[in-house]
Structure formats: C-alpha cells, structure tokens
Nanobody, 126 residues
Framework: QVQLVESGGGLVQAGGSLRLSCAASGLTFSNAAMGWFRQAPGKERDLVAAINWSGMKTNYADSVKGRFTISRDNAKNSVYLQMNSLKPEDTAIYYC???????????????????WGQGTQVTVSS
C-alpha cells in the first residue's frame, strides 16, 4: 500500500530554518503530484506548497512565499520542503500528501489528495 513518511520536524527559534522530507513508497512517484499541508490546533488543514509530477510547476500559500521552497527528487521517491525565516505562526503539524496526476497541475485543496502521511510537528519559538 501507499506510504508517505515525513521527517525533519522539530523545535526551532524564530528566524531559523528546517528542511522537511517525505519518502514515498507503494506508488509510481514520478506520476504523482505532491503537496505539503499544515494544521495548527483548532484550525483547518491548509496548503503550504504543491508541486506537479515533474517539479516544473509549484504553488505556494501567500503566507510562505519567499520563505519556503518545495522540491522533489523522483529518483529518490521524495519530496522536500525547505523552510527559512520561520515564524511562530508557522507552528503546526506538517503533512505530506500525494495523488496521481501527470500533468502541469498543482493541487491546492486537501480533498484533491488520496494519500497522506502521519505528519511531523514543527514548533517555532519566539
């Protein structure tokens, strides 16, 4: 079955950086569009960044543009989220998501994704 395993979360001070990784198995990764979402306590799960199957098309939430970068390595079945200039409001559980889609689309709604990881906690202290 499909498994998505996130890693790289942790506690960091405001202004610091973290790099999240998501290792995928059980799916044809090069045919999958990927996304990173986050959910803070009492809030909905929102898009952080999305990337199409080839990596040529990306999409970001306005709140992270210029600070976060999504990338993928199809040879390693992995997607990454480089997070710089972190702020306390970035504190949340971060989830990796996948769906098949070999086109130019990036999918921005959580309901569009079929597969999810278990999440990794990111805490940014002020």
């Amino acid at each position: 079955q499909v498994q998505l395993v996130e890693s790289g979360g942790g506690l960091v001070q405001a202004g610091g950086s973290l790099r999240l990784s998501c290792a995928a198995s059980g799916l044809t990764f090069s045919n999958a569009a990927m996304g990173w979402f986050r959910q803070a306590p009492g809030k909905e799960r929102d898009l952080v960044a999305a990337i199409n199957w080839s990596g040529m098309k990306t999409n970001y939430a306005d709140s992270v543009k210029g600070r976060f970068t999504i990338s993928r390595d199809n040879a390693k079945n992995s997607v990454y989220l480089q997070m710089n200039s972190l702020k306390p409001e970035d504190t949340a559980i971060y989830y990796c998501a996948a769906r098949y889609g070999q086109n130019t689309y990036t999918y921005v709604y959580a309901a569009s994704y079929a597969y999810w990881g278990q999440g990794t906690q990111v805490t940014v202290s002020s």
